[in-house]
């Protein structure tokens, strides 16, 4: 398949805020970049007045003229299948609003907890569960980071902070190192995670900023991707997956199941490989939470079981991801199988 334009490396001297503010932010704007017509798509502002349409010119590259059924496409365009309302589909799927302890931490498991870093991600991925959720109520100032960290250091069992979002690194190097700091002088975190989809969609978020704190600190730090197909894929991100393991940090993916983009065994096992071949190991496949507006991205417990038995009879053990569910109330994710 050829990808428009031909990927280009990573530019260490882009500046990734000038690409995060640089966002295409309109329908019409995407389908003219790749020559195609808004009512060919199912293509609505409806849609994008409910959650709006951002994606990152770096993701845009990989998506390939002309296609309407590009991969990349779909997971970024509003469509009028946003506007079904199906019941089983909720604005909180997996529970969270209750384990919100103090603003700014999701705290469900028992030993490691989500801490809400920023409200903002670089690119809106129609499918996300978190694309109802209150980020005003969890907007911090630095007192309430203060607080967040008090919580966090009378709880003696959590040995574990995940940086999540909206998208963490979406925040700036500054505060990521102060707040890194902090928490380095809470003797029971013994790791950091960070889970983040900026380095795949801006390659040149991991810039020497980022390494600089990532790679100095004394919580063992692991990225968390998230790639949903093979052709988000390029020598950017690759080279920045590089980086990022000679720094001694462990890079994983975790990935949506998703109707028309990845739902193939082709497609997963494909994913595997090319995600490999970058240095990055697959971590999760999730079920789709059922969030209200992506139902028609569910791919039923049946078919994922039956895909699921098809990759792994193709891949070795270790490039197979965890087929597993996010559910409201469990203690941690719920493996399908
Ligand atoms: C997914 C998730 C985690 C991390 O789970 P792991 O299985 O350790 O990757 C932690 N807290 C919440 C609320 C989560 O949804
Ligand atoms: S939180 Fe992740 S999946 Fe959701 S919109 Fe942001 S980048 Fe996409």
New binding site residues.
């Given amino acids: 398949m050829s990808i428009n334009p031909i990927s280009q490396p990573i530019n260490l001297h882009s500046d990734w805020k000038a690409e995060l503010s640089n966002c295409v932010s309109s329908i019409d704007e995407l389908l003219n970049q790749l020559g195609l017509k808004p009512h060919d798509l199912n293509a609505t502002q409806q849609a994008a007045r409910k959650f709006p349409i951002k994606v990152p010119q770096p993701f845009v590259q990989q998506m390939e003229y002309g296609n309407p059924n590009d991969p990349l496409l779909k997971q970024v365009l509003p469509i009028t299948s946003e506007l079904q309302v199906d019941s089983n589909f909720s604005t909180d799927p997996?529970g969270?609003s209750s384990?919100n302890p103090v603003p700014g931490i999701?705290h469900?498991?028992r030993n490691?907890?989500?801490m809400i870093i920023s409200p903002n991600c670089a690119i809106n991925c129609r499918y996300c569960f978190r694309r109802h959720f209150p980020y005003d109520d969890n907007r911090q100032s630095k007192q309430q980071w203060f607080k967040a960290l008090d919580y966090l250091k009378t709880k003696p069992e959590i040995n574990e902070v995940?940086y999540s979002g909206g998208d963490p690194l979406a925040a700036n190097d500054n505060f990521l190192r102060w707040l890194t700091g902090e928490l380095e002088s809470i003797q029971h975190i013994k790791r950091l995670r960070i889970h983040t989809r900026l380095p795949v969609v801006i390659p040149a978020r991991v810039d020497d900023q980022l390494l600089n704190w990532l790679s100095n600190t004394r919580l063992k730090p692991t990225v968390v991707l998230h790639i949903n197909h093979a052709n988000e894929i390029n020598t950017g991100l690759s080279q920045g997956v590089n980086r990022l393991k000679q720094a001694g940090i462990m890079v994983l993916n975790q990935s949506v199941l998703l109707k028309g983009i990845n739902d193939t065994s082709d497609q997963l096992i494909n994913l595997s490989e090319k995600l490999f071949d970058a240095g990055i190991m697959p971590y999760y496949l999730h079920m789709l939470d059922p969030v209200q507006g992506a139902s028609h991205f569910d791919v039923p417990k049946d078919s994922a079981v039956e895909i699921f038995n098809q990759i792994q009879a193709e891949l070795p053990g270790f490039l197979v991801p965890k087929l597993v569910q996010?559910r409201a109330g469990e203690t941690?994710?719920s493996l399908i199988l």
């Fill in positions: 997996v969270e384990f999701v469900k498991y490691r907890v989500l995940i996010e941690s994710k």
